[in-house]
């Protein structure tokens, strides 16, 4: 089992930048993949990022490429998301997500945090 909780959201204007972390328990963490989903209102959940338990191999969406940087620090048990230039269509809800594995394609994570809330104003 893992318990995910993330920090560093809040209210920035368009440009500006933003670095989200994900303080992760459990015994297997340094061993998960991890990732970002992020939701905005009236949206379905859009994939982010993922990294490997490694950090030798990440992915992202490519509406955040080249902007948007997936760490971790197994060390710390914990994951970031470096976010510059950000745009108001970045406002979301961003889950911390754990465990991923690709099923059909797509990354499917059993393990998720509680979210933080990223708004961009324009």
């Known amino acids: 089992q893992v318990q995910l909780v993330e920090s560093g959201g809040g209210l920035v204007q368009a440009g500006d930048s933003l670095r989200l972390s994900c303080a992760g328990s459990?015994?297997?963490?340094?061993?998960?993949?991890m990732g970002w989903i992020r939701q905005a209102p009236g949206k379905e959940r859009e994939f982010v990022a993922a990294i490997s338990w490694s950090g030798g191999s990440t992915s992202y969406a490519e509406s955040v490429k080249g902007r948007f940087t997936i760490s971790r620090d197994n060390a710390k048990n914990t994951v970031y998301l470096q976010m510059i230039s950000l745009k108001p269509e970045d406002t979301a809800v961003y889950y911390c997500?754990?465990?991923?594995?690709?099923?059909?394609?797509?990354?499917?994570?059993?393990?998720w945090g509680q979210g933080t809330q990223v708004t961009v104003s324009s």
């Open positions: 997500v754990g465990d991923g594995k690709v099923v059909g394609g797509q990354y499917e994570f059993p393990y």
């Open positions: 459990g015994r297997f963490f340094s061993s998960y993949t």
